[in-house]
């Protein structure tokens, strides 16, 4: 009889991510959170004059912020949630097991919340190009790494609360500081300088720069690299599988 022998390991975390994109597709929850709300979000703030917007051109400022908040999104609560479950499940342990391994497990998560992010950009994207946004040519080009830097701050954050509490505590303490940060991280709109040190504000004040102004701010990324150093080492040091 043929000996049947693993697929090969970048194959195995593609094959993952497919699944980590799938199921979080079908999460009504997540999807609301990571694309009913940010674009909702998007055209309230664009349209409406019932929030003061500082800016002349309001969608110029108001899609860079959604865009980062989508980010938010799918790398914090949605990586949180769901990786709290599994765990719950014992299925974190059982994948671990397996030839898909540790490493691949956690690849497979983070490729998934990427291809995820491709997604959000479309929607999102068309959405503000339908309201007159016009991204700068560098905010454009450099988009994928700047939002790659976020997914590897906020995909920690979600491991390490994921890793460290309960199920119901993971699912409750993720929405609240999605909310907390949503309205005064500075991440939809800027917000007082303080919170430039936040990921958030990071994130939405690189963000904001690249794709209204078409500069690259140097502090913004700093912040970001810092607090995934930080909070990945945390992950390693904390995080349990069962």
């Known amino acids: 009889m043929r000996r049947q022998t693993p697929a090969p390991p970048l194959r195995r975390i593609v094959a993952h991510a497919g699944f980590e994109m799938r199921n979080f597709l079908r999460n009504g929850e997540q999807l609301l959170l990571s694309m009913i709300l940010p674009a909702l979000a998007l055209v309230f703030l664009t349209r409406s004059s019932l929030i003061t917007v500082e800016a002349t051109d309001r969608v110029q400022l108001v899609t860079p912020g959604v865009l980062a908040l989508a980010v938010m999104s799918s790398a914090f609560s949605g990586q949180a949630i769901s990786t709290g479950f599994e765990r719950r499940a014992g299925a974190l342990r059982m994948f671990a097991t397996t030839p898909l391994g540790r490493g691949g497990l956690l690849g497979g998560k983070v490729v998934g919340v990427v291809g995820v992010q491709l997604v959000q950009v479309l929607l999102l994207g068309g959405i ?26 906020f995909t920690a954050l979600g491991l390490l609360l994921a890793g460290t509490l309960r199920a119901e505590a993971v699912l409750a303490g993720a929405n609240i500081l999605w909310v907390l940060l949503m309205v005064g991280g500075g991440i939809l709109l800027p917000g007082p300088s303080w919170t430039s040190l936040l990921p958030s504000g990071a994130l939405g004040d690189l963000l904001r720069a690249a794709l209204a102004e078409g500069v690259l701010l140097p502090l913004p990324a700093l912040v970001l690299l810092a607090w995934a150093g930080a909070l990945a080492g945390l992950v390693v040091r904390y995080f349990r599988w069962s």
């Open 128 to 153: 503000g190009l339908a309201l007159g946004w016009s991204p700068a040519p560098l905010g454009v080009a450099t988009l994928l790494p700047l939002m790659l830097l976020g997914t590897a701050a």
